[in-house]
C-alpha cells in the first residue's frame, strides 16, 4: 500500500484518505473538507534552495514552494520525500504542502507527469502532489496530484537532489485504500506550477547520509560512514553509528578496528577474503560477491544478510533465528530462544493452538 507523508511529516495510511474530495464536509476517518472555491492568481518567489516564477493555467490556483527540502523516507525506506510548504497558503489555516515523492533513489532524466505510469499514483515512480489543510490529526481537506507537465531531474542519491518542474497542472484527487489507485474529483479544483527549480544539497561537501543525522548533537549518533566528518564525533562517550562497540571512527569516516563481541579469529574480521559466519557479529566480508564462506555446520547455511548461520528448514523471518527476541515457533526449525521458559511465544496464534511451543518447534494444539 502506497502511503502519503504530509503535514508535520507524519504518514497517513492511504485507507486515511479515500474520502477526501471537493465539497465534503466530513471526510472518512479524519476532520472535516474545505468547501471554499478561489480564482486563480498568480504566484511564485526566490526563497531557500527553491525558486518558481508565476503565471498560471487558467481557471488553476498558481502555487510555488520557498523551501523545497529533503524530509524524510518511507517506513522501509522508500518512497522518499522532498518539499515544502505552498506558496501561498491554501484553504483554511492549517498547514499546506507541496510534496514530491521519488520511488527510486536514482531517478533520473526527463518524465512526462501525465502519461504512462505517471499518469496514477498507484504506479507512479515521480510523483508530485499537493496536501491541502492537513490538521494535526485526520485527513486533509484536499489532495492534488499531477495531470500534467514535465519534471527534469539530473544527478540524484537518496537525500539530495536538483532539478525542476514545468508547466504543471495538479488535480483534486481520492485515492482507492487498497489499491492506490488516485481518481480525479468531478468539477474539483486544479492547481498549476508554472516553474520551479530546486537544489537540494547536503550540510557538508561530501555528506552522503541524512541531513538530519548531521550535528545532531549528544542525543544522536556519531554517524561514521557517512562521506564526511560528522561533528557529533567529537563529543565524549557518544555511541558510533554504524560501527560495533570497541570499533572507532576513522579519518577516512569508517568504521576501523576489532568490535568487542567478536568470537572468532581476531585476524578474520573484516579480512577482504572469507565471509566468517557465527562470529557474534556481522562480518563484512560477507558482503563480497561469492566470497567463501565459513562458520556454518551442517544442515544450516549462512544468512549473509545477518552474517548468522541458520537451519536449512528455517521459515520464517532470518533475523528472528537465535535474536534472544522471543520464542518464534512453527518456524520449520527450532529456535534457540525457545530454551528460555519465560520467552513470548511467537507464531501459536492460528486456531486451535493453545500458546504453548513444543520442543520440536511446533504448535501445541488443544
Given at each position: ?295 556454518c555446520t551442517s544442515g544450516t547455511t549462512c544468512n549473509l544478510d545477518y552474517g548468522t548461520c541458520i ?56
Amino acid at each position: 500500500m502506497r502511503r502519503l507523508m504530509v503535514g508535520s511529516l507524519a504518514v497517513l495510511a492511504l485507507g486515511g484518505l479515500v474520502a477526501v474530495g471537493c465539497g465534503n464536509d466530513s471526510a472518512d476517518g479524519g476532520e472535516g473538507g474545505s468547501t471554499s472555491t478561489s480564482t486563480s492568481t498568480s504566484g511564485g518567489g526566490v526563497g531557500g534552495s527553491a525558486s518558481g516564477t508565476g503565471g498560471g493555467d487558467s481557471g488553476c490556483i498558481e502555487v510555488t514552494t520557498d523551501d523545497f527540502a529533503y524530509q524524510g523516507a518511507g517506513m522501509f525506506g522508500t518512497p522518499f520525500y522532498y518539499g515544502g510548504a505552498t506558496n501561498p497558503a491554501l484553504g483554511g489555516a492549517d498547514e499546506d504542502s507541496l510534496l514530491f515523492q521519488a520511488y527510486d533513489p536514482e531517478l533520473t532524466g526527463t518524465f512526462d507527469l501525465g502519461a504512462g505510469e505517471e499518469a496514477n499514483y498507484a504506479t507512479c515512480m515521480a510523483c508530485l502532489l499537493v496536501i491541502e489543510d492537513q490538521p494535526a490529526e485526520g485527513d486533509p481537506a484536499r489532495i492534488f496530484f499531477q495531470q500534467s507537465g514535465t519534471l527534469d531531474l539530473g544527478t540524484t542519491s537518496p537525500y539530495y537532489i536538483a532539478g525542476s518542474l514545468t508547466d504543471v497542472t495538479l488535480v483534486e484527487i481520492t485515492i482507492d485504500s487498497e489499491t492506490g489507485e488516485s481518481t480525479p474529483v468531478p468539477d474539483g479544483q486544479c492547481l498549476h506550477v508554472t516553474n520551479l527549480s530546486f537544489d537540494v544539497q547536503p550540510p557538508v561537501t561530501g555528506w552522503e547520509c541524512d541531513p538530519s543525522y548531521y550535528d545532531a548533537g549528544a542525543e544522536d549518533y556519531c554517524d561514521c560512514e557517512c562521506g564526511a566528518a560528522d561533528p557529533d564525533c567529537d563529543i565524549a562517550e557518544i555511541p558510533i553509528y554504524p560501527c560495533h562497540e570497541g570499533q572507532t571512527c576513522s579519518t577516512q569516516f569508517e568504521c576501523e578496528g576489532l568490535p568487542t563481541a567478536w568470537t572468532c579469529d581476531a585476524n578474520a574480521f573484516d579480512d577482504g577474503t572469507t565471509c566468517n559466519c557465527d562470529c557474534g557479529v556481522y562480518d563484512p566480508d560477507c558482503e563480497i560477491a561469492n566470497a567463501p564462506v565459513t562458520g556454518c555446520t551442517s544442515g544450516t547455511t549462512c544468512n549473509l544478510d545477518y552474517g548468522t548461520c541458520i537451519p536449512d528448514g528455517w521459515t520464517c523471518e532470518p533475523a528472528y533465528y537465535g535474536a534472544t527476541d522471543g520464542c518464534d515457533c512453527a518456524c520449520g526449525a527450532v529456535d534457540p530462544d525457545c530454551s528460555d521458559s519465560e520467552a513470548t511465544v511467537y507464531g501459536c496464534d492460528d486456531p486451535g493452538d493453545t500458546g504453548v511451543c513444543l520442543p520440536d518447534g511446533t504448535c501445541q494444539q488443544s
